[in-house]
T-cell receptor, first 113, second 114 residues
Framework: GDSVTQMEGPVTLSEEAFLTINCTYT??????LFWYVQYPGEGLQLLLK?????DKGSNKGFEATYRKETTSFHLEKGSVQVSDSAVYFC????????????FGTGTKLQVIP | DAGVIQSPRHEVTEMGQEVTLRCKPI?????LFWYRQTMMRGLELLIY????????DSGMPEDRFSAKMPNASFSTLKIQPSEPRDSAVYFC????????????FGNGTRLTVT
């Protein structure tokens, strides 16, 4: 079945450091891929998405490229800020439809000044 | 757009009591999902509806849990009787089927059962 594996956290970085959060997936066909972010006390919200192979999703300085050959969708940001401290979830919609989504376990990021 | 609205934001109750969580999805969305989030188990899908019809409730942990969607703008998740292990944050999310539509989450209900 469809699955998502993302790196364990927590990740602690200093402000302005480079961020990579790894995500790999197993899926039938070529689904869209998503990154969601959850700030403290809030629900998950879409950060970025890519709908086909080699697409790059980007938002708020974050980027992720849909790599079919490595079945990966790693999240990157060149210079993190304290305000980026949150939990990040990689996700893909299941092939069965109805927009049922498989989420990774989440990676907590803490950025220190 | 008001987003997905959940109520209450916080609920504290005693073991054995009935708990009802409420959700108003985004207008025009035809799929609705209930999730539970805990430190131990992460984010779990409990049940989802399409056009007000329950499609898959295999994630509902026990018969103590039930969910309804009487119309396109309202859903409830009920726990009766509640137990301390039900303590978690419960999220409702909605979306439109087809295409590449993401889920839109509410801010959750933090349930504490003592």
């Amino acid at each position: 079945g469809d699955s998502v594996t993302q790196m364990e956290g927590p990740v602690t970085l200093s402000e302005e450091a480079f961020l990579t959060i790894n995500c790999t997936y197993t899926a039938t066909g070529y689904p869209s891929l998503f990154w969601y972010v959850q700030y403290p006390g809030e629900g998950l919200q879409l950060l970025l998405k890519a709908t086909k192979a080699d697409d790059k999703g980007s938002n708020k300085g974050f980027e992720a490229t849909y790599r079919k050959e490595t079945t990966s969708f790693h999240l990157e940001k060149g210079s993190v800020q304290v305000s980026d401290s949150a939990v990040y979830f990689c996700a893909l919609p299941n092939s069965g439809g109805y927009q049922k989504v498989t989420f990774g376990t989440g990676t907590k990021l803490q950025v220190i000044p | 757009d008001a987003g997905v609205i959940q109520s209450p934001r916080h609920e504290v109750t005693e073991m054995g009591q009935e708990v009802t969580l409420r959700c108003k999805p985004i207008s025009g969305h035809n799929s609705l999902f209930w999730y539970r989030q805990t430190m131990m188990r992460g984010l779990e899908l409990l049940i989802y509806f399409n056009n007000n019809v329950p499609i898959d409730d295999s994630g509902m942990p026990e018969d103590r849990f039930s969910a309804k969607m009487p119309n396109a703008s309202f859903s409830t998740l009920k726990i009766q009787p509640s137990e301390p292990r039900d303590s978690a944050v419960y999220f409702c999310a909605s979306t439109t089927t087809g295409g590449h539509s993401p889920l839109h989450f509410g801010n959750g209900t933090r349930l504490t059962v003592t």
